[in-house]
T-cell receptor, first 106, second 116 residues
């Protein structure tokens, strides 16, 4: 099974900061891309799908670069509640990256 | 909001024992999955199931694992003879058809398996 690579972090940022996560995937045939969020000892929950043209959902912006096989997630105006592990996920069945841990500090 | 339900939430078993983890997927979903996450590691795909048969499985899903949909609602994962390294959180997930939400999976809260 092809891999998904992420910077594991942790990223420690103050409230209100902008933070960006990157992810690369090795399977060029991948068709579907997602960011999931996982809180400690909980199940992964969908944060947002990632579309070729890029997409935004409130404070969250996702980008996809198929040529470079690269996905990004930008979080603006970080809140304490954003503290979690962010999982880059590719295709179906889903292949998960190991996740990037974010801690937002007051 | 519809949810995927898993039982038990935590099971402790002795090495060599059989374990059955149960899942009730979202009622109109057609595709079912099992994933596992060893503590501190990434979520790993085990198996996918559609139309009453396995559609894909990973190298982790060896002969000691099996899945079944014994009735219209339950989806089970059986581990025949547990090993210490089977200790992990096991997540069930389901999804509908492409028209009902693309490839988005909904996960259950997980069953934590501890093998002693």
């Amino acid at each position: 099974r092809k891999e998904v690579e992420q910077d594991p972090g942790p990223f420690n940022v103050p409230e209100g900061a902008t933070v960006a996560f990157n992810c690369t995937y090795s399977n060029s045939a991948s068709q579907s891309f997602f960011w999931y969020r996982q809180d400690c000892r909980k199940e992964p929950k969908l944060l947002m799908s990632v579309y070729s043209s890029g997409n935004e959902d409130g404070r969250f912006t996702a980008q996809l670069n198929r040529a470079s096989q690269y996905i990004s997630l930008l979080i603006r105006d970080s809140k304490l509640s954003d503290s979690a592990t962010y999982l880059c996920v590719v295709s179906v069945p889903l292949v998960f990256g190991k996740g990037t841990r974010l801690s937002v500090i007051a | 909001e519809p949810e995927v339900t898993q039982t038990p939430s935590h099971q402790v078993t002795q090495m060599g024992q059989e374990v059955i983890l149960r899942c009730v997927p979202i009622s109109n979903h057609l595709y079912f999955y099992w994933y596992r996450q060893i503590l501190g590691q990434k979520v790993e795909f085990l198996v996918s199931f559609y139309n009453n048969e396995i559609s894909e499985k990973s190298e982790i899903f060896d002969d000691q694992f099996s899945v079944e949909r014994p009735d219209g609602s339950n989806f089970t994962l059986k581990i025949r003879s547990t090993k210490l390294e089977d200790s992990a959180m096991y997540f069930c997930a389901s999804r509908g058809t492409v028209s009902s939400g693309a490839n988005v999976l909904t996960f259950g809260a997980g069953s934590r398996l501890t093998v002693l």
